[in-house]
C-alpha cells in the first residue's frame, strides 16, 4: 500500500469518527431541548409555589406496632402407599495396586573435547 493509499484512509478515519461524533452532539442538543419545554410547558405559569409553616410533631415516642395476620398453615399431604426400599448396592474395595519399580537408567556420558589456547592438539586427557 503505497503513502496515497494511507492518508486516504486516515482522511476517512478521521471523517468518519466526526460525524458519529457529530450525530451524538446533535442528539444531545436535541433531547436536552425537548426536556427543557417539556418541563416548563407542564409548569402553570400563574402557580407560584409556597412553603406554608406546619405545626410541629408531637413529642409522642412510643414505638408503633403493626400487626401482621399470620399466613393459614399449609395443607397436610397424606401418602397412603409407601415408597419402595432401595437397598444400596454393595460397595466394592478396590484392591490396592503397586507399581512395578522403574527401570534403573544410567545417564549418558558426555565427553566435551576443548583445543588447547595455542589451537594444536584435540586429545582428551
Do not use: C, F, W
Amino acid at each position: 500500500m503505497n503513502q496515497v493509499h494511507r492518508i486516504g484512509l486516515g482522511v476517512a478515519g478521521v471523517a468518519a469518527i466526526l460525524t458519529v461524533a457529530g450525530a451524538l452532539v446533535v442528539d444531545g442538543y436535541v433531547t436536552a431541548h425537548q426536556d427543557v419545554a417539556q418541563a416548563t410547558a407542564s409548569q402553570d405559569p400563574t402557580a407560584i409555589a409556597s412553603l406554608e409553616p406546619t405545626a410541629s410533631p408531637t413529642t409522642n415516642t412510643d414505638p408503633l406496632t403493626i400487626y401482621v395476620k399470620p399466613l393459614t398453615p399449609p395443607a397436610v399431604t397424606r401418602v397412603t402407599r409407601p415408597a419402595v426400599v432401595v437397598t444400596p448396592p454393595p460397595r466394592v474395595t478396590a484392591r490396592p495396586v503397586t507399581a512395578p519399580p522403574a527401570p534403573v537408567v544410567t545417564p549418558p556420558t558426555i565427553r566435551v573435547i576443548v583445543p588447547s589456547p595455542t589451537g594444536e592438539g584435540g586429545n582428551d586427557d
